[in-house]
T-cell receptor
Framework: GDSVTQMEGPVTLSEEAFLTINCTYT??????LFWYVQYPGEGLQLLLK?????DKGSNKGFEATYRKETTSFHLEKGSVQVSDSAVYFC??????????????FGTGTLLAVQP | ETGVTQSPTHLIKTRGQQVTLRCSSQ?????VSWYQQALGQGPQFIFQ???????GRGNFPPRFSGLQFPNYSSELNVNALELDDSALYLC????????????FGPGTRLLVL
């Protein structure tokens, strides 16, 4: 079945460092891809999304490009801040089985940014 | 615009008991999905409700059941609680069952002793 694989954390960076969190997926068909962020003690917030190959999602300085040829959707940010410390989840939407649209998540990557 | 809300925020139950969790969808959304997030894991899809009907289910036993009301709010019921049911339960709403973008509530943290 469909699945998402993320790089294991934790990822520890100094403030203003460059961030990459790798995400690859397995899917039959053409899923949409998402990055969600979870701050401590909170639910998930949508960070960005891309709905087709070569689309780039971006928000709050974060970017990810839907690469069909490598089945990847890596998250990047040029300069991280302490406030970016959170768990990041890569997810795909699974439309198989009709109109049900469920999200399939990776296991999450903890990012810790030190001042 | 009101976001997704869930209640209660925390809950402690004992094994064998039953629990009901509640969710109010975002304004304008008619589809609600429930997910279970075990500690250190990504959320797992439980089921989805669209216009008061179940519209897809993940790999969870029948003791996990749900309801959706005419105002599109929803309940998740879990019977015969087991220790492994301890998790964060997340509700997400979307605009129509085909709506790909799901917006999540803050979750209910359930501890089963």
């Amino acid at each position: 079945g469909d699945s998402v694989t993320q790089m294991e954390g934790p990822v520890t960076l100094s403030e203003e460092a460059f961030l990459t969190i790798n995400c690859t997926y397995t899917a039959t068909g053409y899923p949409s891809l998402f990055w969600y962020v979870q701050y401590p003690g909170e639910g998930l917030q949508l960070l960005l999304k891309a709905t087709k190959a070569d689309d780039k999602g971006s928000n709050k300085g974060f970017e990810a490009t839907y690469r069909k040829e490598t089945t990847s959707f890596h998250l990047e940010k040029g300069s991280v801040q302490v406030s970016d410390s959170a768990v990041y989840f890569c997810a795909l939407s699974d439309r198989k089985g009709g109109a049900t649209n469920k999200l399939i998540f990776g296991t999450g990557t903890l990012l810790a940014v030190q001042p | 615009e009101t976001g997704v809300t869930q209640s209660p925020t925390h809950l402690i139950k004992t094994r064998g008991q039953q629990v009901t969790l509640r969710c109010s969808s975002q304004s304008g959304h008619n589809t609600v999905s429930w997910y279970q997030q075990a500690l250190g894991q990504g959320p797992q899809f439980i089921f989805q409700y669209y216009r008061e009907e179940e519209n897809g289910r993940g790999n969870f036993p029948p003791r996990f059941s749900g309801l959706q009301f005419p105002n599109y709010s929803s309940e998740l019921n879990v019977n015969a609680l087991e220790l492994d049911d301890s998790a964060l339960y997340l509700c997400a709403s979307s605009q129509d069952r085909g709506g790909e973008t799901q917006y999540f509530g803050p979750g209910t943290r359930l501890l089963v002793l």
